[in-house]
């Protein structure tokens, strides 16, 4: 089995900053790349961020400028800082993670973590 847990999620302010973590565990062999995605209730989950093993990072429309995406592979986190948030950035954000467990690969989906944010 694979868990990933999110956390720092919460309200700020017009402007604000937060900074989610999300962790895999479980029976991991290893991991090919690590990427946050939002959804705002009645619309698409979109992707935020996605970054590979190597460090090699990709960002949503949306995200580039303000949101930067990191990972420890050794860890297995990665993490998503967000500055300068905006209203329109307020969702539930998931961690997802590419992976190889038990010799499958697979991808794999947090619970999600509700950033809000007030103007």
């Known amino acids: 089995q694979v868990e990933l847990v999110e956390s720092g999620g919460g309200l700020v302010q017009t402007g604000g900053s937060l900074t989610l973590s999300c962790v895999a565990s479980g029976n991991i062999n290893s991991i090919n790349a690590m990427a946050w995605y939002r959804q705002v209730s009645g619309k698409q989950r979109e992707m935020v961020a996605s970054i590979t093993r190597y460090g090699s990072a990709n960002y949503g429309e949306s995200a580039r400028g303000r949101f930067t995406i990191t990972r420890d592979i050794a860890k297995k986190q990665v993490d998503l800082q967000m500055d300068d948030l905006k209203p329109e950035d307020a969702a539930v954000y998931f961690c997802?993670?590419?992976?190889?467990?038990?010799?499958?690969?697979?991808?794999?989906w947090g619970q999600g973590t509700q950033v809000t944010v007030s103007s």
């Open positions: 997802n993670v590419d992976l190889w467990s038990g010799g499958t690969r697979g991808t794999y």
